[in-house]
């Protein structure tokens, strides 16, 4: 669930997936204090997230098994794992994808279809 009290961009903070050391430091001073492209990234994984617990808690069941918002949904999520592709600042993309990539099936959306 999403902790609200936290600032925006932690709501949903993909967690660094890789060994200790620079790579480790960056990706979490990124989530610390975004600046540049790492702000709209970890938003866009805050809306992605977000999204998903409102639409369980509203209608009782997964985005993923909504016919028309799940569509969206994974439209969403596919964007942003093209956004890695670009400028993301001192996030790890590996990370980032892993984490989007988790979301989406822990609320039954496939996103290779």
């Given amino acids: 669930m ?3 009290s936290a600032p925006v961009w932690a709501w949903a903070a993909p ?3 890789g060994p200790a050391g620079t790579a480790k430091r960056q990706h979490q001073a990124a989530l ?24 369980a808690a509203r209608f009782d069941g997964p985005i993923g098994e909504d016919y028309v918002l799940g ?16 400028d993301t600042g001192r996030l790890d993309c590996g990370s980032v994808d892993a984490w989007i990539r988790e979301t989406a099936t822990a609320h039954g959306v496939d996103l290779d279809t």
Avoid: K
């Fill in 2 to 4: 999403v902790d609200h």
């Fill in 15 to 17: 967690p660094f997936r």
């Fill in 32 to 55: 610390d204090a975004p600046r540049g492209f790492e702000t709209p990234i970890l938003l866009f994984c805050r809306a992605l997230a977000s999204y998903a617990e409102q639409h």
């Fill in 71 to 86: 569509d969206y949904w994974r439209s969403m999520a596919q964007a942003t794992l093209g956004l890695l592709n670009g």
